[in-house]
């Protein structure tokens, strides 16, 4: 499902506008953004957890340069998918 | 750094604060966004969110695990798992303390023995060891693991490196551009009752799939038949509607031909028709002077023996026979 079919489905369900919709999406996008920033995890029901998290510093080799490099911390984000919506699609597995 | 967690109503309270909609829009926001969310990953397995990212159905085949807590080894289950990619905006945002800072080179030379190799598929990085003096940063027990096995994971490693190289030109040729117009004008014609929710299923029914934006044959493979590299099964089965193996048009109808066997167990009938259809994208990526067409022949003539090649053999391009002869390596789904 692309961004249009994403804001034409909820713009089907806000009964809004497409380009109103796309501003709230975008809104609450940023907003979720700023919570995760200051180091809050999110919790969505149905649909999981993101957090960040600091992944620190660490050696790895890099195969163009032939060298090991010490590679900077990074912050990173990450997503915990909801027991219910994962057992949803193993569900939808076992039927296959 | 432990993530304070924000409650559900924590989040209400404070995303009705920020923008100023009440608390019961804000509910009802978050919870068409949920369902937006289940509502395409069920229909097309992904669904990207504007201005938060991109949520996927990964498949995972059957692997061995441990427990961490015994250390007992268990089967763990081929499975679905839904996975996130943040925008890049999103991702350079969070990261932006930390954006400026570059990899440093260090003294340390590696070791000639032990090189890693890093490729773009995540399921195909692995380790490769020379010998017994490994540098693996994984924790001691992996490295014990290692080290008392290291032959099978010696030609493991070399059989995937083998298919990775391979599999790398295919990738590069395949860009699949989909070419559509608003395909979905609302959600009730979206819902089609003869859609196939589910990938392949016991009684191999072919499947007609509709194709949507964002669709590709490679994505469409991985959807039915868990792995990507068959492909051109769906292309031979709806060559004439396609003409080019790289291009897939919106509200085309094709033909999703059931498997016999699965993955790792095909019929021989099922690597026939693989074979066939990578025939048929040689034949067409020949016809458009690919250099890279000859890695398809390989494949084909892998998969269904050299009898395959027969019937074509007037169209094939002896330059390119001759360049499949000299891969080296084990063809494996």
Known sequence: MTQKEVIEYM??????SKAETRRILLQISGLITQIL????????????TFKTRLRKK????????????????????TYKPSKPLQKHFQEKDSEI | MTAVRMTYSDLIQYVSEESGASKSEVLQLTKHLVDVIRFGLDRDGHVSIPGLGRFTLKWHAARQGRNPQTGESLQIPARQRVHFKPELKLRHFINRKYNKKEPKMMQETPPASSLYIQNIEPEERTVMQGDNTASYSNGDTSEKISKRKIWPWLISALVVLIFVVLIIPRIGSKNTPVIKKSPVTSQKQTDDPNEPKNPVKPNKLTITHTVRAGDDLWKLSNR???????????????????????????NLELDIPPLE?????????????IALGYMYVYLAHHHRKNP?????????REA??????????????????????????????
């Not at chain 2, 890279?292 to 084909?300: G, H, N, R, S």
């Not at chain 2, 094939?316 to 002869?325: P, R, T």
């Open chain 1, 11 to 16: 713009a089907d369900r806000l009964e809004k």
């Open chain 2, 304 to 333: 269904g023996g050299s009898a395959i090649l027969d019937p074509f053999i007037q169209k094939i391009d002896s330059a390119d026979l001759q360049k499949a002869g000299r891969i080296k390596g084990k063809l494996q789904f």
């Open chain 1, 37 to 48: 920033d200051k180091d809050k995890s999110v919790y969505l029901p149905g649909l999981g």
């Open chain 2, 261 to 273: 066997g699965t993955i790792g167990n095909l019929s021989e009938r099922d690597m026939k028709n």
């Open chain 1, 58 to 77: 660490r050696k790895s080799y890099n195969p163009q340069k032939k060298q090991m490099m010490m590679l900077p911390p990074k912050r990173v984000l």
């Open chain 2, 292 to 300: 890279d067409a000859y890695t398809y022949l390989w494949v084909a």
């Open chain 2, 224 to 250: 039915y038949y868990h792995n990507v590299y068959l492909w051109p099964n769906i292309y031979r089965a709806n060559r004439k509607s396609l003409s080019n193996p790289d291009y897939v048009f919106s």
